[in-house]
């Protein structure tokens, strides 16, 4: 059984820092697309960024460009979420995913999911 497992998710200062991790298990790759998304309280689960499954095409919402980055180290079976420049309206549980194909930010088109890492960023 494939399992994603995020972790990394924290409570930090606006302007700060964080890296999270998306683990892999039951298989031997991470899986060919993957992204990030995030819900806030009494919000929409929402796209923020995903990545192809080598690593050439990344896209990601406008509210993170140029703070977020995605990543993934197919040897680790892992992806990362850099995100850089929080603001308190980053503040949600943040998901991975995989699916097949990068370049769709709609949550339907993704199989797999993980728990979810809560990120809080205070002002």
């Known amino acids: 059984q494939v399992q994603l497992v995020e972790s990394g998710g924290e409570l930090v200062q606006a302007g700060g820092s964080l890296r999270l991790t998306c683990a892999a298990s039951?298989?031997?790759?991470?899986?060919?697309?993957v992204a990030w998304f995030r819900q806030a309280p009494g919000k929409e689960r929402e796209f923020v960024t995903s990545?192809?499954?080598?690593?050439?095409?990344?896209y990601s919402a406008d509210s993170v460009k140029g703070r977020f980055t995605i990543s993934r180290d197919d040897a680790k079976n892992t992806a990362y979420l850099q995100m850089n420049s929080l603001k308190p309206e980053d503040t949600a549980v943040y998901f991975c995913?995989?699916?097949?194909?990068?370049?769709?930010?709609?949550?339907?088109?993704?199989?797999?999911w993980g728990q979810g890492t809560q990120v809080a960023v205070s002002s």
């Open positions: 039951g298989r031997t790759s991470i899986g060919y697309a």
């Open positions: 995913a995989d699916g097949q194909w990068a370049s769709t930010t709609e949550a339907r088109d993704y199989d797999i």
């Open positions: 990545i192809s499954w080598n690593g050439g095409s990344t």
